[in-house]
C-alpha cells in the first residue's frame, strides 16, 4: 500500500512552526529551544524544517515579526473601536494583557532578544514594535490632553513609558507567579491607578 505524503505549502507550514515556536516558549526560552524541538513539536525531520527556514535564528525572525504585526494590528484595531482617547488607552491595555494571556510565549521571546549586547535583524523588529506601539500612546495621550481628558500639563512621552512599564511588569510578576491567566483580573484596578497618575478627569 503506497504511503500519502500530505504537502503544506511553505505560507502554511512556517505559520505553523512559528505557532509551535511560540507554544514552546512558554516554558523556556528561545536559546534553549533546538530546532530538534520545533520539528519534532510538528512531527517533521530538520530536514523539512530546514526547507521552510534557513537557520534558527530565521524561526525566531519570523516569530517577531508575526508578533509585531499581530500585537500592534490588535492595539490599533482596539483603539479605533473607542468613542474617547481614554476609553481607547484602556481598550490598548485590555488588548495587550489579552494578547499576552493568548500567547504566553510572546514576553519570554521579546525579553530574550533585547537582553543580548549585540545587534541583530530580530531586535531590529523589536525596536520597530516598540517605536509603533510608542507613537499610538503619544497620539492617544495627546489627543486626551487636548479634549482635556488628562492633566493639560501631561508630560506624554513619560506617560507612554509608564504605560509600556506598566504592562510589562504585570507581565513578568504573572510569570514569576506561574498565573498567566492572572494577568486579565489584576488589569482593571493597575489601570485604574495609571488613570489617577496622568489626571484623568473621569
Known amino acids: 500500500m503506497q504511503t500519502i505524503v500530505t504537502r503544506f505549502p511553505t505560507e502554511t507550514r512556517q505559520a505553523e512552526i512559528v505557532a509551535a515556536a511560540l507554544r514552546l516558549a512558554q516554558d523556556r526560552g528561545p536559546a534553549a529551544i533546538t530546532t530538534t524541538d520545533l520539528a519534532s513539536a510538528l512531527g517533521l525531520s530538520q530536514g523539512a524544517l530546514f526547507k521552510h527556514f534557513p537557520s534558527k535564528d530565521a524561526v525566531w525572525l519570523a516569530v517577531v515579526t508575526w508578533v509585531a504585526d499581530n500585537l500592534l494590528r ?80 501631561l508630560d506624554a512621552p513619560a506617560a507612554a513609558t509608564l504605560f509600556v512599564g506598566i504592562v510589562q511588569g504585570l507581565v513578568m510578576q504573572c510569570m514569576l507567579s506561574g498565573q498567566i491567566e492572572a494577568m486579565r483580573a489584576e488589569a482593571p484596578r493597575i489601570f485604574r491607578l495609571y488613570l489617577q497618575g496622568i489626571g484623568a478627569k473621569s
Not at 468613542?83 to 494583557?97: K, S
Not at 523589536?126 to 493639560?152: E, G, H, I, K, T
Request: with cysteine; aromatic share 6%; net charge positive.
Open 74 to 153: 490588535s492595539l490599533n484595531a482596539a483603539a479605533e473601536q473607542a468613542p474617547t482617547p481614554l476609553a481607547a488607552l484602556r481598550n490598548v491595555f485590555e488588548a495587550h494583557v489579552d494578547f499576552v494571556s493568548t500567547y504566553p510565549g510572546v514576553p519570554r521571546v521579546i525579553f530574550h532578544e533585547l537582553q543580548k549586547p549585540q545587534d541583530s535583524p530580530l531586535k531590529h523588529q523589536v525596536r520597530r514594535l516598540m517605536q509603533d506601539y510608542r507613537n499610538l500612546l503619544l497620539r492617544l495621550l495627546n489627543s486626551a490632553v487636548q479634549r482635556c481628558d488628562a492633566a493639560s500639563d
